[in-house]
């Protein structure tokens, strides 16, 4: 079985990096959440390595796969697949209405 090897020069390193910043993939989001930051990084080097060389498609590539990195993302610690059997609680189901009535007694 044959092995390719590919090369990285680091000016195109560099880019990369670069381009996972951007979209907010920094060393936070290592720290937080490694598997998240490993996936983007993955992400736009099998891009680059397919050709995709240009930092605007890199960073378009990256946000319509994954989406931006950062507090506005929502994590994964809740986790919504027990609900799928279950069905959500009411107070997930009707919030507004879960607030008013909770409010009046």
């Given at each position: 079985m044959s092995s390719i090897e590919y090369k990285i020069s680091p000016s195109d390193f560099e880019m990369i990096r670069s381009v996972l910043?951007?979209?907010?993939?920094?060393?936070?989001?290592?720290?937080?959440?490694?598997?998240?930051?490993?996936?983007?990084?993955l992400l736009v080097t099998k891009l680059f390595l397919s050709g995709v060389d240009s930092r605007s498609a890199l960073s378009a590539k990256l946000e319509c796969q994954l989406g931006r990195a950062g507090k506005h993302r929502q994590s994964c610690g809740l986790s919504l697949s027990r609900y799928a059997i279950q069905g959500l609680p009411i107070e997930l189901q009707f919030p507004h209405a879960y607030k008013s009535s909770t409010v009046a007694n």
């Open positions: 910043d951007d979209a907010g993939y920094d060393v936070s989001v290592l720290v937080e959440d490694q598997s998240l930051f490993n996936t983007a990084a």
